[in-house]
């Protein structure tokens, strides 16, 4: 991995992680006292394990932002084991880690956490304050942890399997960061995306940012058609759920077929009548 120490400025950005060990600290990034500010943005961390900090052990200030940690393995903090003074975390997802006796995260000194996704397995908890002072907020994590517009709820990523922490677009992540602490454009460099479908719960400027590290930019999207199947002379009518549905649509298809009746009852639900289908 990587070790950093000594005077000057620190920035890790749009680099991969992967599968680093350590026996005692920082699987794959140590970030040591520095005099000067150290950044770490948009980066992958995956499958890395250490003794402490499966991909992160920082001492001192640091900014880490826009990544994600994806299947790293610790005894103390699976991720990330944080012990310097007035470091933040913002919008970056968890997600696979596992820690043996803390949990995902492990803390000393003071640590603000924000716009975070802590969606994770086999620890004993998402996050564990050793001493200091944590601030957690905005933030879905896990068995819920409390602050200001913190939830609990699955953030629905695409594949959290494979490692792909997007969103989906019925995610309850979707419109809820604090946009004033949030970066202006997330890990893929796109720009914050307000989903017309779902309600702002989050807050500052935008109001409109989503947690974690990805935005997600795709409205249109099906989750579930009611009947899944019928017959072949056509006629049924099909509820079809997602998001995205707009008003004045009038063209859905099946297959290469179009149907010959749609409605649209909501933005999350419509009704398309099926066509026939050759034998």
């Given at each position: 991995?990587v070790?950093?120490?000594?005077?000057?400025?620190?920035?890790i950005?749009?680099s991969e992680?992967?599968?680093?060990h350590?026996?005692?600290?920082?699987?794959?990034?140590?970030?040591?006292?520095?005099?000067g500010?150290?950044?770490?943005?948009?980066?992958r961390?995956?499958?890395?394990?250490?003794?402490?900090?499966?991909?992160?052990?920082?001492?001192?200030?640091?900014?880490i932002?826009?990544?994600?940690?994806?299947?790293?393995?610790?005894?103390?903090?699976?991720?990330?084991?944080s012990?310097?003074?007035?470091?933040?975390?913002?919008?970056?997802?968890?997600?696979?880690?596992?820690d043996?006796?803390?949990?995902?995260?492990?803390?000393e000194?003071?640590?603000t956490?924000a716009?975070?996704?802590?969606?994770?397995?086999?620890?004993?908890a998402?996050?564990?304050?050793?001493w200091?002072a944590?601030?957690?907020?905005?933030s879905?994590?896990?068995?819920?942890?409390?602050?200001?517009g913190?939830?609990?709820?699955?953030p629905?990523?695409?594949?959290?399997?494979?490692?792909?922490l997007?969103?989906?677009?019925?995610?309850?992540?979707i419109?809820a960061?604090?946009g004033s602490?949030?970066p202006?454009?997330d890990?893929d460099g796109?720009?914050r995306?307000?989903?017309?479908?779902?309600?702002?719960?989050?807050?500052g400027?935008?109001?409109?940012?989503?947690?974690?590290?990805f935005?997600?930019?795709?409205d249109?999207?099906?989750?579930?058609?009611?009947?899944?199947?019928g017959?072949?002379?056509?006629?049924t009518?099909?509820?079809?759920?997602?998001?995205?549905f707009?008003e004045?649509?009038s063209?859905?298809?099946?297959?290469?077929?179009p149907?010959?009746?749609?409605?649209?009852?909501?933005?999350?639900?419509?009704l398309?009548?099926?066509?026939s289908?050759?034998?």
């Open positions: 991995g070790y950093c120490e000594g005077p000057g400025e620190v920035l950005k749009k992680f992967q599968g680093n350590s026996e005692v600290e920082a699987g794959a990034l140590r970030l040591g006292v520095v005099a500010s150290r950044r770490v943005e948009e980066n961390f995956s499958a890395n394990t250490s003794g402490a900090g499966g991909a992160i052990y920082s001492n001192g200030s640091a900014d932002a826009n990544n994600t940690f994806w299947s790293n393995t610790s005894g103390w903090g699976g991720a990330i084991w012990k310097g003074l007035g470091s933040v975390i913002r919008n970056c997802t968890f997600a696979k880690n596992s043996l006796h803390v949990g995902v995260l492990g803390v000194n003071q640590l956490v716009n975070c996704i802590f969606w994770d397995v086999d620890s004993p998402e996050i564990f304050l050793d200091g944590l601030t957690v907020v905005h879905d994590v896990r068995g819920g942890y409390a602050g200001a913190n939830i609990d709820g699955d629905r990523f695409v594949n959290s399997a494979t490692g792909d997007r969103l989906r677009p019925d995610s309850p992540c419109d960061a604090d602490l949030a202006a454009a890990f796109a720009s995306h307000d989903n017309p479908d779902i309600p702002d719960s989050g807050t400027s935008p109001s409109y940012c989503d947690l974690g590290a935005e997600c930019q795709q249109l999207w099906i989750r579930a058609a009611t009947p899944a199947s017959p072949y002379a056509g006629g009518t099909v509820q079809i759920e997602g998001t995205g707009l004045g649509v063209s859905v298809t099946f297959g290469s077929s149907a010959s009746d749609v409605q649209v009852l909501s933005g999350t639900r419509l398309a009548v099926a066509p289908h050759p034998v």
